[in-house]
């Protein structure tokens, strides 16, 4: 089969070897175009967009899905099968194409997690587990029926980071297994159920990434790690913004208003939640550099 690649951050790059790895041909890669980053603005290639010229892969990076131009140049490929995976909402007119179908690789046991950010939610929200989804991509996000589903535990110190990086390399063997299946026609499709129980994995901003003390401390410590290390949790503490990567449940507890802290000084800043205190372990400054509270401390009060 002729393949389409789509993606465009890192955890899409597996993907990518997965597919040159099947025995097919993967005759396209699709990213987004290249964005200004750093101090100087200048424009950077896609993660994706840089491993996909290393191994002299042709790549397309459209501004807009549905252009005359970009839909002439991609039927001009012969695509058999396009695969998505970490990619931007695809028009009917592009994963209508290929006659084999377009796939989409979802980070969760669909359909609970639907949507741009289902790692952080799965931790933020306390589960034990999560998995990854491959499903042929229909009108609704995240909707289509499922091809394949592999399940993969949350542990209890997992970060967004730690839980990414585990499904990210998991990710490139499931791609692997939905083409061959596939390529062989041996797809057994399963409708995904809908539900008033389903939780959603919205996109996430900034503002939304506020620590809210007065909820549990268990809750408070998903959240962060949920979050850790992108986009951070974060708060404010005696004047000052601080994005928190790590905490841990304390067994002080002061009574305190919930967001009111207490610290020695010198290794450890405690803060009052719900039902108790959290120590903060990690936590990053504003306009600083990440670091260990008790090296905040050597040199800061707070």
Same mark, same amino acid.
């Given at each position: 089969?002729?393949?389409?690649?789509?993606?465009?951050?890192?955890? =899409?790059?597996?993907?990518?070897?997965?597919?040159?790895?099947?025995? @097919?041909? &993967?005759?396209?890669?699709?990213? =987004?175009?290249?964005?200004?980053?750093?101090?100087?603005?200048?424009?950077?290639? /896609?993660?994706?967009?840089?491993?996909?010229?290393?191994?002299?892969?042709?790549? *397309?990076?459209?501004?807009?899905?549905?252009?005359?131009?970009?839909?002439?140049?991609? =039927?001009?490929?012969?695509?058999?099968?396009?695969?998505?995976? =970490?990619?931007?909402?695809?028009?009917?007119?592009?994963?209508?194409?290929?006659?084999?179908?377009?796939?989409?690789?979802?980070? /969760?046991?669909?359909?609970?997690?639907?949507?741009?950010?289902?790692?952080?939610?799965?931790? %933020?929200?306390?589960?034990?587990?999560?998995?990854?989804?491959?499903?042929?991509?229909?009108?609704?996000?995240?909707?289509?029926?499922?091809?394949?589903?592999?399940?993969?535990?949350?542990?209890?110190?997992?970060?967004?980071? /730690?839980?990414?990086?585990?499904?990210?390399?998991?990710?490139?063997?499931?791609?692997?297994?939905?083409?061959?299946? %596939?390529?062989?026609?041996?797809?057994?499709?399963?409708?995904?159920?809908?539900?008033?129980?389903?939780? @959603?994995?919205?996109?996430?901003?900034?503002?939304?990434?506020? %620590?809210?003390?007065?909820?549990?401390?268990?809750? &408070?410590?998903?959240?962060?790690?949920? *979050?850790?290390?992108?986009?951070?949790?974060?708060?404010?503490?005696?004047?000052?913004?601080?994005?928190?990567?790590? &905490?841990?449940? /304390?067994?002080?507890?002061?009574?305190?208003?919930?967001?009111?802290?207490?610290?020695?000084?010198?290794?450890?800043?405690? &803060?009052?939640?719900?039902?108790?205190?959290?120590?903060?372990?990690?936590?990053?400054?504003?306009?600083?550099?990440?670091?260990?509270?008790?090296?905040?401390?050597?040199?800061?009060?707070?």
């Amino acid at each position: 089969m002729r393949i389409a690649y789509m993606g465009t951050p890192e955890f =899409a790059i597996p993907g990518l070897q997965a597919c040159l790895e099947s025995g @097919h041909e &993967v005759a396209l890669v699709i990213t =987004a175009p290249d964005k200004p980053q750093g101090r100087g603005r200048n424009l950077q290639p /896609s993660p994706v967009k840089q491993y996909a010229l290393e191994k002299g892969l042709p790549v *397309l990076q459209p501004t807009n899905l549905k252009s005359p131009a970009f839909l002439e140049q991609l =039927a001009s490929y012969n695509i058999d099968l396009q695969v998505v995976v =970490a990619f931007r909402m695809l028009p009917e007119v592009v994963w209508s194409m290929p006659p084999k179908g377009t796939f989409n690789l979802h980070a /969760s046991l669909l359909p609970q997690y639907r949507g741009a950010a289902p790692i952080n939610w799965a931790v %933020i929200n306390g589960e034990k587990e999560t998995g990854l989804t491959t499903f042929f991509i229909q009108h609704e996000i995240d909707t289509g029926n499922i091809i394949l589903q592999e399940k993969e535990p949350i542990y209890d110190d997992d970060t967004a980071g /730690s839980l990414h990086d585990r499904l990210m390399l998991k990710g490139a063997e499931i791609i692997k297994k939905t083409i061959e299946i %596939i390529h062989t026609g041996k797809v057994d499709l399963k409708t995904q159920a809908n539900s008033p129980d389903l939780k @959603h994995a919205p996109k996430i901003f900034k503002e939304d990434c506020i %620590i809210q003390w007065n909820q549990p401390a268990e809750k &408070v410590r998903n959240f962060v790690r949920g *979050l850790a290390p992108y986009p951070g949790a974060w708060t404010s503490l005696g004047g000052q913004n601080f994005k928190i990567y790590e &905490v841990q449940l /304390s067994k002080e507890n002061k009574n305190l208003l919930p967001g009111a802290y207490y610290s020695d000084q010198k290794t450890f800043i405690h &803060v009052q939640t719900a039902d108790g205190m959290v120590e903060i372990l990690e936590l990053q400054p504003e306009g600083r550099k990440k670091m260990l509270t008790e090296d905040f401390l050597r040199g800061n009060r707070i």
